[in-house]
């Protein structure tokens, strides 16, 4: 019977390794069936995230095509019409020389209570071109106009 005894338990031995191995294999398909899902997960959103930088970039590019075509636009202009220098002028309507509460000021009737028309300004009359200033203040906002277009575009 001692035999027998042996035999059993090699036989128990032998099922208890290849249950291990059954189970330890099943273990690595399995991780490999993960890993395999992961990675495909992981290119699928890597083109994902391609296309959508493909489609920004043209976006982009579309933006900046239209700034500088814009930018185009606005220097043609300029070129085709040279600036004049825009001077502040004061808002009375008294002629030089003439005392404000002189009859002579007052022959023009006032047409109300709203503010004086403003006399046109000689050219080669001195005093302070504003038209630099002004220019720097249209270009500081059409940059913030394109700023924000862009911000609203994300």
């Given at each position: 019977?001692?035999?027998?005894?042996?035999?059993?338990?090699?036989?128990?031995?032998?099922?208890?390794?290849?249950?291990?191995?059954?189970?330890?294999?099943?273990?690595?398909?399995?991780?490999?069936?993960?890993?395999?899902a992961d990675?495909?997960?992981?290119?699928?959103?890597?083109?994902?995230?391609?296309?959508?930088?493909?489609?920004?970039?043209?976006?982009?590019?579309?933006?900046?095509?239209?700034?500088?075509?814009?930018?185009?636009?606005?220097?043609?202009?300029?070129?085709?019409?040279?600036?004049?220098?825009?001077?502040?002028?004061?808002?009375d309507n008294?002629q030089p020389?003439?005392?404000?509460?002189?009859?002579?000021?007052?022959?023009?009737?006032?047409?109300?209570?709203?503010?004086?028309?403003?006399?046109?300004?000689?050219?080669?009359?001195?005093?302070?071109?504003?038209?630099?200033?002004?220019?720097?203040?249209?270009?500081?906002?059409?940059?913030?106009?394109?700023?924000?277009?862009?911000?609203?575009?994300?």
């Amino acid at each position: 019977m001692t035999t027998r005894l042996y035999l059993e338990i090699a036989a128990a031995v032998v099922l208890a390794i290849a249950f291990g191995l059954f189970v330890h294999h099943e273990r690595a398909v399995g991780a490999l069936k993960i890993n395999t899902a992961d990675a495909k997960a992981l290119q699928a959103a890597h083109e994902k995230a391609d296309a959508q930088t493909a489609l920004n970039l043209e976006r982009a590019a579309k933006a900046d095509a239209g700034a500088v075509s814009a930018q185009k636009a606005v220097d043609d202009y300029r070129a085709a019409h040279p600036e004049q220098p825009i001077r502040l002028c004061h808002s009375d309507n008294s002629q030089p020389g003439v005392p404000k509460g002189s009859p002579a000021n007052q022959s023009a009737p006032s047409a109300g209570p709203g503010p004086a028309p403003l006399r046109e300004v000689q050219s080669g009359t001195a005093g302070a071109d504003i038209g630099p200033g002004l220019d720097a203040l249209v270009q500081a906002a059409s940059r913030l106009a394109v700023l924000y277009a862009n911000q609203q575009q994300r």
